[in-house]
């Protein structure tokens, strides 16, 4: 899958995803993740808590996707 839908997916940002996610495939020019592997490293976090800066970048992420929208309309 595309890396915003592996991103949405995983409940994540996508600079989350590519900074702390599995390793990306690559088909071309396209970077694509396995769900498998998306699936593989989220059961590896063990209920371990994201850092603050972690929240943030995610907070900033999903605020920025939603003005993108809003712009769209």
């Known amino acids: 899958m595309s890396e915003p839908l592996a991103a949405r997916y995983l ?6 995803l590519r900074e702390r996610g599995p ?10 993740y396995d769900r498998r592997d998306l699936d593989r ?4 976090l063990d209920d371990q808590p994201l850092e603050l800066i972690d929240e943030q970048a995610e907070a900033a992420e999903v605020e920025r996707r939603f003005l ?5 309309g």
């Open 11 to 16: 409940s994540i940002g996508t600079t989350t």
């Open 23 to 32: 390793k990306a495939k690559r088909h071309g020019v396209r970077v694509l």
């Open 41 to 44: 490293w989220a059961d590896s």
């Open 68 to 72: 993108e929208r809003r712009k769209r």
